[in-house]
Each structure stands twice: as C-alpha cells, then as structure tokens.
C-alpha cells in the first residue's frame, strides 16, 4: 500500500519547537518533491514548505521563513520540518504531500501532488 504518515504533532507552548516527519511506505520518495501544508479551521490551505527530490531546491511561506526548516532523508524515506519560535498563528493540521515538480526562480514549486498522508495536529497554546 502506498501512503505518507505524519508524526511529531502536538501541543507546544508559545516560542516553542517541534519535529515534524513525513515518512513513506511502498514506495520511494527519493523520486518526488515534497510539500509540508497546513489546514487550520475557518483558514484555508497554505503551503508551508516544498523541498525537491534531491533536497538541493526549498521554498517557504513567508510567514514561516527564518523559524522553519525543512530536510529529509532519502535512505529513511523520510522528510522533516523543523518548526521553531512556534507560534499561536501555525496553529493547523500538518499535512505532507508527495508529488511532480518544478522550479521558480529556483526554489521548489510542486505541480502535480500525488500522495498524501492524514495529517498531524500542532497546537501552539499557552
């Protein structure tokens, strides 16, 4: 079966940290770009991050540029995003999407999202 798992969600304090993986399952991602996106209620879907299959090529939201970084590990079949100085406002279900790509001014833009996982929840509350 061919899926992505979220994990490293959860409830974290104001200017606090967290790991987010995306891990995959049937089949490799070393073939696809990745997007971490997030969903919070009454918002819509904002792409938080894109990184290319070879990790050479990244974009980021604005509003998260500087505080989030994301990576990943090929032989793990694995892509992190590392959010720090967390925020009430990145509040959202997290959510990775495997997919086609491209670049603009070279930075990572996906154009096709192919495989997606079920999201993990990140509170960010005192």
């Known amino acids: 079966q061919l899926q992505l798992e979220e994990s490293g969600g959860g409830l974290v304090q104001p200017g606090g940290s967290l790991r987010l993986s995306c891990a995959a399952s049937?089949?490799?991602?070393?073939?696809?770009?990745i997007n971490w996106f997030r969903q919070a209620p009454g918002r819509g879907r904002e792409t938080v991050s894109c990184?290319?299959?070879?990790?050479?090529?990244?974009n980021y939201l604005d509003s998260v540029k500087g505080r989030f970084t994301i990576s990943r590990d090929n032989a793990k079949n694995t892509v992190y995003l590392q959010m720090n100085s967390l925020k009430a406002e990145d509040t959202a279900i997290y959510s990775c999407?495997?997919?086609?790509?491209?670049?603009?001014?070279?930075?990572?833009?996906?154009?096709?999202?192919?495989?997606w996982g079920q999201g993990t929840q990140v509170t960010v509350s005192s």
């Open positions: 999407a495997a997919g086609h790509w491209t670049t603009v001014q070279g930075a990572c833009v996906m154009t096709t999202e192919l495989f």
């Open positions: 049937g089949f490799s991602l070393s073939n696809y770009a």
């Open positions: 990184i290319s299959p070879g990790g050479g090529n990244v």
